[in-house]
């Protein structure tokens, strides 16, 4: 799924609910040139976002990402390599594990970073968030601290705090498992 048609899908939604851009932004309690950028290019949209998207047109966060509904409610497996992939921004990737099973409380991610010299930007979203390191060292930056986690280090944190993490020394992938109470808020 390219990142443009993310930004395509946002705006038809917003357009048939009959808001704003401005009105956007300020449900998503963000900066208006940072929502337009979302609609126009698509790219940098933080999952917390995608989230609150995702609640605000309700449905969920494949329909978003994808274009087409999650229809599986009993089991649902995913082959190595088959996860739903999107583009973020550069050195960030992720596959959803669980992109067609359907009124999920939790978003299993496989993240991929790649080295960057610049640290990630910080996102906030609510519930609750765990991170198992698989391969390589990461850097959790959380609520202006620092830690260093390598591959079989797992931590679980408050994600409401200011976080964000970044590949130290090569390539790193990681586990992520979000909970956010407000995905399927109706």
Not at 29 to 52: A, C, K, M
Not at 97 to 106: D, V, Y
Not at 140 to 145: A, K, Q, T, V
Request: hydrophobic letters at 40%; aromatic letters at 8%.
């Amino acid at each position: 799924m390219s990142t443009n048609q993310i930004g395509a899908r946002i705006r038809e939604l917003r357009e048939i609910s009959e808001l704003s851009q401005a009105e956007m932004a300020a449900a998503l309690q963000i900066p208006l040139e940072t929502y337009v950028n979302y609609e126009v290019q698509g790219v940098d949209i933080p999952i917390s976002v995608l989230y609150h998207l995702s609640v605000m047109f309700h449905m969920d966060v494949t329909e978003l990402t994808t274009g087409r509904s999650a229809h599986v409610d009993s089991i649902f497996v995913v082959r190595k390599g088959h996860g739903q992939s999107v583009d973020r921004y550069p050195g960030y990737n992720f596959s959803n594990l669980a992109h067609n099973f359907k009124h999920r409380i939790m978003e299993p991610l496989l993240v991929t970073l790649e080295l960057s010299g610049h640290d990630p930007a910080l996102v906030t979203h609510q519930g609750q968030e765990f991170n198992y390191v698989l391969s390589g060292t990461i850097e959790l930056l959380y609520d202006g601290r620092r830690t260093t986690l390598e591959a079989g280090d797992c931590v679980y944190f408050d994600p409401s705090h200011p976080h964000g993490q970044k590949a130290v020394g090569g390539t790193a992938t990681f586990l992520t498992v979000i909970c956010e109470e407000a995905i399927h808020a109706e």
